[in-house]
DNA sequence: CAGTTAATTAACATTTATGTTAATTATTGG
DNA sequence: CCAATAATTAACATAAATGTTAATTAACTG
């Protein structure tokens, strides 16, 4: 499985979107407030901590008994690096979206 | 589930991202075309297109008997505008790197 | 209109993912 | 050191994903 694969993986079931999510507004967290929130067990939500860190998309920190994660910058980027790199591809819509407008601007009423 | 865990899910399969990258170079292609390089039967092939159409990032158009396929754009645009509302936080690491890069400049050797 | 081609859908087997409870590991605090 | 807390790993059950072959649908072609 490529990098790429496995970041869209990781970020293909709504707990752990909704958990790098966290992470990106709130920063560091412990992975106990990330149970609180996922209306899940522990266990299920430490698996699906395993996932985005394998992914690289979280980086863990132990602080005594605690494991404290945070969205990590340089794997979200993969994503954005994919996305970007074919933006002349996903912007033909918006290109014809804004060639409409401009033609409605010109021809007004 | 969400459009945007859809898409994520869509592309986290090995064959399907292949797919994507495949109609986004080549333009429009039949399925046919798609199961030759896919290395698996038709039907499975067929099937991963339907979690593609369903995920709205392919387009299916008919003629005669064949299916011809095309990337979307507007489907693949959910996963750009989620990447770049985020950028804010996925460019924290570049900032650092251009940070480095900047000091080294401003004290050469 | 029977036969061929293109593709999908159905039925099935197998692997993978995901949640639960129970057990384990590791650290803190009396 | 023992009990409590935080989190993970193990074992297990069940649902979902993915591939195969067989059957079905639809459109050309002689």
Do not use: C
Request: aromatic fraction near 4%; proline fraction near 6%; charge should be positive.
């Amino acid at each position: 499985m490529t990098p790429l694969i496995r970041s869209f993986a990781a970020l293909a079931d709504p707990t752990r979107l909704n958990i790098i999510e966290q992470l990106m507004q709130s920063g560091e967290l412990p992975a106990g407030d990330l149970v609180k929130d996922a209306g899940m067990t522990a266990p299920a939500v430490s698996r699906h901590l395993k996932v985005l860190r394998e992914a690289g998309l979280v980086r863990q920190r132990i602080d005594g008994t605690r494991r404290l994660y945070s969205a990590n910058p340089d794997g979200l980027r993969l994503i954005s690096d994919w996305a970007i790199s074919r933006r002349a591809f996903w912007e033909q819509s918006l290109d014809r979206l804004e060639t409409a407008i401009l033609t409605e601007e010109r021809r007004p009423q």
